[in-house]
Nanobody
């Protein structure tokens, strides 16, 4: 079993920055794909960014150029969020798909999820 714990969320004014962290523990495979998703009230959960074991990344169009995902090859991941906007307000979740070298972007292909960390951006 794998446990994921997010941290780093909080309140920030528009234009500010936050850095989210996700720590993985338990029976972690040596090769994984990790993603960050978010869900705003009344909206569906959406991919924010994903990173493969080999460092390939993908971002939602809405965060390209502002957010950066990084990983230490499956043990933890970070999401640096700059130039935050009110529309970035959401609960942010990290997710892990074990034993794959591929970049995973589909929510339903992730096996493990954290409890989430709230990000609130005020205008």
């Amino acid at each position: 079993q794998v446990q994921l714990v997010e941290s780093g969320g909080g309140w920030v004014q528009a234009g500010g920055s936050l850095k989210l962290h996700c720590a993985a523990s338990g029976s972690i495979a040596s090769i994984n794909s990790i993603g960050w998703f978010r869900q705003a009230p009344g909206k569906e959960r959406e991919l924010v960014a994903a990173i493969s074991y080999e460092g390939q990344t993908d971002y939602a169009d809405s965060v390209k150029g502002r957010f950066t995902i990084s990983s230490d090859k499956a043990k933890s991941t970070s999401l640096q969020m700059n130039s935050l906007k009110p529309e970035d307000t959401a609960m942010y979740y990290c997710a892990l798909r074990p034993s794959t070298i591929h970049l995973i972007t589909s929510e339903d292909r992730y096996d493990y999820w954290g409890q989430g960390t709230q990000v609130t951006v005020s205008s």
